[in-house]
């Protein structure tokens, strides 16, 4: 049974464009989730997505949005990058919603120059 | 004061040695998780608990729900235990679940030959 993936792998962009990541979960899980890791601030939550509706969003700006697709997969969008948005992006995906094993993917490491 | 907070920040141990790391939480939880590292930055679920204890191989994880305390242990450490470990917890107030996990600081483990 195929993991959690993500695309791309690397991703490199300037101050102030739009970066996508892009995640699939494993086959039979319905709900997506999304965490940052910058570096020394450890792992943030950033969306949580089940069934195709956005069911939390942690403490980031608007600028950091998403959607889920109705095969489940989902994509991260970041507008207007900041130096700060540099980090790992990591997606993981459950069966079902709240309290269930989070199934991590490999992360997209984002650098904005 | 952080929702969960994990003990200690670093830790080196020679192999064979016995790695007790601590985890306290003060927020109301479905679950627990313990979470392991690599360098590359792939995360692994090691355990999911929401009472008493697990074992998988060499490691234990343990709950007091009362003291909003955990515990994972490693027995005989190897080299390739070597890595970053985190707790995490699957909030819940009342009924209602957030889905997302709230994380510890991390602690990494050095397990010298």
């Known amino acids: 049974e195929a993991g959690v993936t993500q695309s791309p792998t690397h991703l490199i962009k300037t101050r102030g464009q739009q970066a996508t990541l892009r995640c699939s979960p494993i086959?039979?899980?319905?709900?997506v989730y999304w965490y940052q890791q910058a570096l020394g601030l450890g792992l943030q939550f950033l969306l949580w997505?089940?069934?195709?509706?956005?069911?939390n969003r942690g403490n980031f700006p608007p600028r950091f949005s998403g959607r889920q697709f109705p095969n489940y997969s989902s994509e991260l969008n970041v507008n207007a990058l900041e130096l700060e948005d540099s980090a790992l992006y990591l997606c993981a995906s459950s069966q079902g919603p709240g309290g269930e094993t989070q199934y991590f993917g490999p992360g997209t490491r984002l650098l904005v120059l | 004061k952080n929702e969960v907070e994990q003990s200690p920040q670093n830790l080196t141990a020679q192999e064979g040695e016995f790695i007790t790391i601590n985890c306290s939480y003060s927020?109301?939880?479905?679950?627990l998780h313990w979470l392991q590292q690599h360098p590359g930055g792939g995360i692994v679920s090691l355990f999911m608990?929401?009472?008493g204890k697990k074992k998988h191989g060499r490691l234990i994880a343990t709950i007091n729900i009362q003291e909003k305390h955990s515990s994972l242990h490693i027995t005989a450490s190897h080299p390739r235990d070597s890595a970053v470990y985190i707790c995490?917890?699957?909030?819940?107030?009342?009924?209602?679940?957030?889905?997302?996990?709230?994380f510890g600081q991390g602690t990494i483990l050095t397990v010298h030959p």
């Open positions: 086959s039979g899980h319905t709900s």
């Open positions: 995490a917890v699957s909030e819940r107030a009342g009924g209602t679940s957030y889905g997302k996990l709230t």
């Open positions: 608990l929401s009472s």
């Open positions: 997505y089940d069934e195709g509706e956005e069911r």
């Open positions: 927020v109301g939880i479905s679950a």
